[in-house]
């Protein structure tokens, strides 16, 4: 009885094998790794050498919704129903297929393409398959890194990004030296493209060495965007400590545009004044108790013109006796401040800063030392009076003249707001006193000198 077990047995596993011998299909073991956009081939063959002509071949793709990738039935390619991404992409080769040999090529192969595909071959009687597994390595796009704004600290957020990789990359941040930086975050999304990356970091000014890069890297494959920030960048910071919350909202729009602005060495100069208006504009109004007898201050007091003949009016301890001059209401013995004259269609103007504390009964010496900081119009010639006088060359007449004083760095700068471009700077000052806005102008020239 056992014995006759044993024979069917035998038996029925001679025939498996027999059977299987008859139709065996081998394909690779390991998975192909090709890179996006090459043609590839998925091997796919029966063990012994018998001829696929008369038989069914499906290539299909596993664990997707619209599988089919090729098929070849009753002696002929049937793609009707071939999933569309595979359109036109596919094809057996015809004269390999007597050999056994039924191998897909697949070309120009995209990220889309990664996955298992089986190779499902049939007789009228049996049939076998394999799977391939494939994987598609494709290079990801340029890295672009981008300054979002500054942290609490004075650090700057960067923020480093790239599409399309596969399989996913590994981020570096390196410094100019190649020492890696902690990434603060790094976020990697999957789409039909591959993965996107987003990765930030902050950086502080290291002085000299504000070089800093962003590499993507795979096996094959490496990419890397290069920063340089200008260490001005990381002063813009210096001045927004100690202004007001509500500026610092206000400023943050302006950063990026600051931010952008230094990157473009060219452009630096031309936002500059917009910049510092943002950041640093108070309202200045004339103080009528200061004007010259001669000078006429309109009821709003943003505007001063001269007359030929002196008005009657009261004398007072601050009013200027010869120099046809008057100074704001406000005065400052700290910080930055901002403000602009609109000086079109006059022919003699002299803006600027001076100490406070001026004696404005005597004659006044327009000079650094002497408490003014200033720049003039005398006919055609702008000068900056500074010590000797520094004759100026415009290129286009001043009509709105930007004034800019940093106290504790010691900085006078003056802009022309409408060709936006700096016009002079008195640095390294030391100031002790008060600086008062001082505007000065001398003829009738029918303009006033407005404060805007
Ligand atoms: C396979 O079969 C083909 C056609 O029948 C023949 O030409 C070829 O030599 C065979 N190859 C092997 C390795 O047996
Ligand atoms: C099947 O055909 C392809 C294309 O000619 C060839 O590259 C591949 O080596 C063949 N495979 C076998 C097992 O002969």
């Known amino acids: 009885m056992r014995?006759?077990?044993y024979a069917i047995l035998y038996i029925l596993h001679s025939l498996m094998e027999f059977q299987s011998e008859k139709l065996q299909v081998v394909g690779p073991a390991a998975p192909l790794v090709v890179v996006a956009g090459?043609?590839?081939?998925?091997?796919?063959?029966?063990?012994?050498?018998?001829?696929?002509?008369?038989?069914?071949?499906?290539?299909?793709?596993l664990n997707v919704e619209d599988s089919l990738v090729h098929l070849y039935m009753d002696h002929e390619d049937r793609n009707e129903n071939q999933a569309p991404s595979y359109r036109k992409r596919t094809s057996l080769f015809k004269e390999e297929l007597q050999k056994g040999n039924a191998s897909l090529k697949l070309s120009a192969l995209r990220v889309s393409d990664e996955g298992e595909y089986k190779c499902f071959i049939e007789d009228k009687s049996q049939s076998d398959d394999i799977t391939v597994n494939v994987i598609v390595e494709a290079q990801g796009s340029q890295p672009v890194i981008m300054m979002e704004n500054y942290d609490n600290s004075g650090g700057i957020h960067l923020v480093c990004e790239s599409r399309g990789w596969n399989p996913e990359p590994e981020i570096l941040w390196l410094n100019r030296e190649g020492d890696t930086l902690p990434a603060e975050d790094t976020q990697i999304h999957r789409d039909t493209e591959g993965f996107s990356v987003k990765s930030s970091i902050t950086v502080h000014d290291y002085s000299d060495s504000n070089r800093f890069y962003c590499r993507l890297q795979q096996i094959h494959h490496m990419m890397e965007t290069e920063i340089i920030i200008n260490n001005k960048v990381f002063d813009v910071w210096k001045w927004i400590v100690g202004i007001s919350v509500s500026s610092c909202l206000i400023a943050v729009g302006s950063i990026i545009t600051a931010v952008i602005c230094y990157k473009k060495e060219l452009q630096k100069q031309k936002q500059k004044a917009e910049f510092l208006k943002k950041l640093?504009?108070?309202?200045?109004?004339?103080d009528p108790d200061s004007a010259n007898p001669q000078l006429i201050l309109s009821d709003d007091g943003k505007q001063v013109r001269c007359e030929d003949t002196k008005q009657n009016i009261t004398d007072t301890p601050q009013r200027f006796t010869y120099d046809r001059a008057v100074v704001g209401n406000q005065s400052f013995s700290s910080g930055r401040f901002y403000y602009e004259v609109q000086v079109r269609g006059k022919t003699r103007w002299i803006l600027g800063v001076m100490r406070k504390n001026i004696n404005?009964?005597?004659?006044?010496?327009?000079?650094?030392?002497?408490?003014?900081?200033?720049?003039?119009?005398?006919?055609?010639?702008?000068?900056?009076?500074?010590?000797?006088?520094?004759?100026?060359?415009?290129?286009?007449k001043v009509e709105k003249l930007g004034v800019f004083v940093d106290y504790d760095e010691g900085l006078v700068s003056f802009y022309d707001v409408n060709s936006r471009s700096h016009i002079y700077s008195f640095t390294g000052q030391t100031f002790t006193h008060k600086l008062i806005p001082y505007f000065s102008t001398w003829y009738n020239d029918g303009a006033p000198l407005i404060c805007i």
């Not at 640093?280 to 004339?286: C, G, Y």
């Not at 055609?380 to 009076?385: D, G």
């Open 3 to 5: 014995l006759f077990l």
């Open 38 to 61: 090459e043609d590839l081939i998925l091997p796919c063959f029966i063990k012994f050498n018998t001829s696929v002509v008369d038989m069914r071949v499906e290539w299909f793709r």
């Open 280 to 286: 640093f504009a108070v309202e200045v109004t004339l």
């Open 360 to 396: 404005r009964k005597k004659w006044i010496i327009r000079r650094p030392q002497y408490g003014f900081w200033t720049v003039e119009l005398f006919g055609n010639q702008y000068l900056a009076l500074d010590d000797p006088d520094v004759p100026l060359t415009l290129r286009e």
